[in-house]
Nanobody, 117 residues
Framework: VQLQASGGGLVQPGGSLRLSCEASGNIGRINVMNWYRQAPGKQRELVAMIRRDGTSNYADSVKVRFTISRDNAKNTVDLRMDSLKPEDTAVYYC????????????WGEGTQVTVSS
């Protein structure tokens, strides 16, 4: 499974961005798709997750402001980020655990999100 992330960039506080991740390869090996982020000097953290059936969960810090969505036909997952804050600045990563060997994770290349005036 390969994950290709896109989007990100520089935005002012209060602005919005959309990240997208496209999965390719043996898609049958993944169900849950996640977005993680890692800020400088901090550990990587789970931001949002979505299952194939569309149910989702969010980190408390992004609830209400971020929306994760998925298109199973296109094998894509998007992260819509609204009301962005400087503390949202981080490298964002698309992730999917393997359903057969769940200790194996697939990762996309990170995409930088910078929230600054």
């Amino acid at each position: 499974v390969q994950l290709q992330a896109s989007g990100g960039g520089l935005v002012q506080p209060g602005g919005s961005l959309r990240l997208s991740c496209e999965a390719s390869g043996n898609i049958g090996r993944i169900n849950v798709m996640n977005w993680y982020r890692q800020a400088p000097g901090k550990q990587r953290e789970l931001v949002a997750m979505i299952r194939r059936d569309g149910t989702s969960n969010y980190a408390d810090s992004v609830k209400v402001r971020f929306t994760i969505s998925r298109d199973n036909a296109k094998n894509t997952v998007d992260l819509r980020m609204d009301s962005l804050k400087p503390e949202d600045t981080a490298v964002y990563y698309c992730n999917a655990p393997d359903i057969i060997t769940p200790w194996r994770n697939y990762w996309g290349e990170g995409t930088q999100v910078t929230v600054s005036s």
